[in-house]
């Protein structure tokens, strides 16, 4: 399965940006998937997750501001994020299988499918 992230760019803090991540096969093959960004001289971290069930996680941080959502009949999985700020800078990655059930707090015990797309930037300016 082959993650393909789009929808980054530049925009004002207060605006909106939405993330895709089009999968080549079928994303409801992954209990879970999740949106991850890693800032500059920082860990990647998970920002939102989302189950095959639909149960959702999100950082602290992006709680209120961010929604996740999976569309299995498109085999593609979004993030809306709105209000931004240029705290949110960073590069956005698309993952499927054990990071994300881990950050989800999910036991990853044998858990051996672990897929991620190529990142998107996002650049929230001042």
């Known amino acids: 399965v082959q993650l393909q992230a789009s929808g980054g760019g530049l925009v004002q803090a207060g605006g909106s940006l939405r993330l895709s991540c089009a999968a080549s096969?079928?994303?409801?093959?992954?209990?879970?998937m999740g949106w991850h960004r890693q800032a500059p001289g920082k860990q990647r971290e998970l920002v939102a997750g989302?189950?095959?069930?639909?149960?959702?996680k999100y950082a602290d941080y992006v709680k209120g501001r961010f929604t996740i959502s999976r569309d299995n009949a498109k085999n593609t999985v979004y993030l809306q994020m709105n209000s931004l700020k240029p705290e949110d800078t960073a590069v956005y990655y698309c993952?499927?299988?054990?990071?994300?059930?881990?950050?989800?707090?999910?036991?990853?015990?044998?858990?051996?499918?672990?897929?991620w797309g190529l990142g998107t930037e996002v650049t929230v300016s001042s």
């Open positions: 096969g079928k994303i409801s093959s992954f209990n879970f």
């Open positions: 989302v189950s095959r069930g639909g149960s959702t």
């Open positions: 993952n499927g299988g054990c990071t994300s059930a881990r950050e989800m707090g999910i036991s990853t015990v044998g858990c051996t499918n672990d897929y």
